[in-house]
């Protein structure tokens, strides 16, 4: 591409680009990534690492993308749900001149994806050749996952926050990415291990292996928000969500992939994947959140706002907000449990909606209702619900 010297020719350039390549439509998703690459497998990604995704945004810099992608050979497939490109300097170059109109707000908020290349080009410019090392995604359709690069991008834009959780599909990343060593944020290929562990170890060369998985940690891809805490690396799984204020302390905390909070929660148990939690609540020490491989027959579990979840207990059906499950005590689907009949009125006060007549109940049936408050009878062990008389409240202080 040439050099575009006004806003206004650029946007003409876009139009033209959109216009004159067969299928062209804008991607739901894109991104240049830097990949680490197998020590033995040179062409299989093992990681991919994204400064900046976009996410249903910045269709213009897409197209300039592709056109530049077009110039080298490389033509996209637009019928294809992800596309990954190897870029070169001719790329790079192409873009920026196409880019050149918005060249000196690059290190702005509104221009990122023009840091990016400019970045980029100066890093190759003084270092040399980078063949195979860094690639531009796209997805365009939420289909499930093929490629290590859009299984990130795909995680970037979950604990970015950029999509909801359990908002877009995420079937596949198992089978998409590899399962390695980690070592200081880097990943190894377990068979380069094997095959060269005599002469590894005999050099004082084998890596210190951190952990062994198919995803990486959280704060090894995302910088969470300045009153964001978590206290334990490995506690937390890159594509989780925490929102502002959440603590997520050492111990039995975790929260896995796809799992998160919506606002300030403190967090010392469980949140598997798939489970969100509301606001304000406190996920008590060996608390676990059940997943939806875990016990909850496919049914997500949300947690509403203000809520406590007792040291130790167990969820397995979605709570309200303000609701309490006491300490030890698992609450799920099918678990029976009895409601006074004064405890029913103030229950149905609070949840106009609730159809419940009788005093037993499977607990499914309570699921996503306000101000329920589990315990267990310590003289004859029932379980029982009565209405909440208190709400959580986190110290504003710590979160």
């Given amino acids: 591409m040439q050099i575009i010297e006004t806003e206004d020719a650029f946007k003409a350039l876009i139009q033209e680009i959109k216009s004159t390549i067969p299928g062209y439509r804008d991607p739901l998703a894109f991104g240049i990534c830097r990949v680490d690459l197998g020590q033995l497998n040179v062409d299989k990604t093992l990681q991919a690492t994204y400064p900046i995704i976009n996410w249903n945004e910045n269709f213009g810099s897409a197209a300039i993308f592709i056109k530049a992608l077009a110039e080298q050979g490389i033509n996209v497939d637009f019928t294809q749900s992800e596309v990954v490109c190897d870029i070169n300097l001719a790329f790079l170059k192409s873009t920026l001149n196409a880019f050149t109109p918005y060249a000196d707000e690059a290190h702005g908020t509104a221009h990122r994806n023009i840091q990016v290349v400019s970045s ?44 909801a959780l359990r908002g877009i599909n995420l079937n596949g ?34 890596p210190h292996i951190d952990f062994v998985d198919k995803f990486p940690r959280f704060l ?106 006491d300490a030890g005590l698992a609450i799920l689907e099918g678990t029976k449990v009895s409601i006074e009949p004064s405890e029913l009125i103030k229950i149905k ?9 009788g005093t037993i109940f499977k607990a499914k049936q309570l699921a996503a209702l306000n101000g329920l408050h589990f315990r267990r009878n310590s003289m004859n062990g029932e379980t029982t619900v009565s209405r909440s008389k208190r709400e959580i409240k986190l110290n504003s202080d710590l979160h």
């Fill in 220 to 325: 090894q891809h995302i910088i969470p928000a300045d009153n964001t805490r978590i206290l334990d690396t490995s506690k937390v799984r890159f594509g989780a969500q925490l929102a502002a204020g959440t603590t997520v302390m050492p111990g039995a905390s975790y929260i896995n992939f796809n799992a998160g909070t919506t606002g300030p929660v403190m967090v010392e148990g469980r949140i598997s994947s798939s489970a969100i939690v509301g606001a304000g609540s406190d996920v008590g020490g060996g608390a676990s959140i059940l997943g939806v491989l875990s016990g909850t027959d496919g049914n997500p579990v949300s947690i509403g706002k203000n809520t406590l979840l007792g040291a130790n207990s167990t969820c397995g059906i979605p709570l309200g907000d303000a609701c309490i499950i």
């Fill in 120 to 163: 980029l080009y100066s890093q190759i410019i003084s270092n040399g050749s980078f063949e195979g090392e860094f690639k531009v995604t796209f997805i365009f359709d939420d289909m499930p996952l093929i490629s290590v690069e859009a299984t990130y991008l795909k995680l970037y834009a979950m604990s970015q926050a950029k999509v």
């Fill in 349 to 357: 006060e609070a949840n106009a909606d609730a159809l419940l007549e």
């Fill in 173 to 206: 990343a198992f089978g998409a990415l590899p399962n390695v060593a980690w070592s200081a944020g880097q990943p190894i290929e377990l068979d380069y291990l094997r095959e060269f562990e005599i002469e590894l170890k005999l050099a004082n060369e084998y």
